[in-house]
């Protein structure tokens, strides 16, 4: 077992996940998905996510609620996996959510760059 596995953490939040994955990426010796995956870089991070995003969309309009939770698990796994990988830290995510606190959604949208 690696050695930040515990046998059931119970529940543990993004930023603990993201402090595991910070060690694992780091760490050496020890064989890591996480390691292997970032090594492989950025563009192979990215690809997981959108798998993995693709992955929780197809369970959330299928009948097994089980496999929402599961899937979504990855999502939330790979993407904190793709911001180490960017060197984007979840505190840069909070703090631009927390900018778009102050209006609703429907002005959030409205303000973004027509594309
Ligand atoms: N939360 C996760 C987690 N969620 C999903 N995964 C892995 O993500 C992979 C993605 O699923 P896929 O079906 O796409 O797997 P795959 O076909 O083997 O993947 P590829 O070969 O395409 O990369 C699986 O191998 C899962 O085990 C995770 N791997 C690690 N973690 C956390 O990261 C910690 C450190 O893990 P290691 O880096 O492996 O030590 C663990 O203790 C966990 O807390």
Not at 8 to 21: K, M, S, T, W
Not at 54 to 80: I, M, N
């Amino acid at each position: 077992m690696a050695k930040d596995a515990k046998p059931d953490a119970g529940r543990i939040d993004l930023d603990e996940l993201a402090a595991i994955v910070a060690r694992r990426a780091a760490g050496e010796g020890e064989a890591s998905y996480t390691r292997s995956l970032i090594a492989k870089g950025v563009a192979k991070c990215a690809q997981k996510l959108g798998e993995e995003a693709v992955e929780t969309a197809l369970a959330a309009v299928g009948p097994d609620t089980k496999a929402v939770v599961s899937e979504g698990a990855d999502l939330l796994y790979h993407f904190v996996v793709l911001l180490q990988a960017r060197g984007v830290s979840l505190e840069d995510i909070y703090a631009e959510l927390g900018r778009r606190t102050s209006r609703s959604g429907l002005e959030e949208k409205a303000s973004r760059p027509k594309g």
